[in-house]
């Protein structure tokens, strides 16, 4: 979906759109790099030189909230951003953090898991860690 129609879908929700808003969205419907906050803050005050670091957080969480991109969480690191809420599967790499999508036919194991845990499940998320062909260049050699 591009920006002018998930803006239209939250128009009609209700949702205020200001000029720095659609400039966080389009940032992250368009790029492949699953930005921090910071990150995004970084880009969208090249535009918008008065943006506060509390509306690229408050945008970030609506955009959530509507299911309009992904929260990545990796526990003590910054939340890495999606543009793509789909469900799709991503390899991380352990030593600089970059973040890159694993396109592939998702695996359908939520029924397997409810059965085997009585849980109701919602969704999965699966990761591939290991290093990026950046980091292993930089590795030594032994």
């Known amino acids: ?31 492949k790099s699953h930005p921090t906050a910071e990150e995004i803050f970084q880009h969208v005050k090249e535009k918008f030189p008065g943006v506060s670091l509390g509306t690229i957080y408050n945008t970030l969480n609506m955009l959530k909230e509507h299911r309009h991109i992904l929260e990545l969480s990796y526990g003590d690191t ?7 809420p789909e ?43 290991g290093l990026c062909p950046d980091c292993r260049k930089r590795q030594p050699v032994h």
Not at 78 to 84: A, H, K, L, T, V
Request: glycine residues 8%; charged residues 25%.
């Open 87 to 129: 469900n799709h599967y991503h390899v991380v790499c352990s030593n600089c953090g970059k973040v890159v999508d694993y396109d592939r036919p998702l695996l359908h194991l939520e029924q397997e898991a409810s059965d085997a845990t009585g849980f109701r499940i919602d969704g999965h998320r699966l990761e591939f860690y």
């Open 78 to 84: 910054s939340s890495r951003f999606d543009g793509n």
């Open 1 to 31: 979906m591009d920006a002018v129609e998930l803006l239209r879908q939250l128009k009609g929700k209700g949702v205020r759109f200001t000029p720095q808003r659609q400039a966080i969205l389009e940032f992250l419907l368009e790029t």
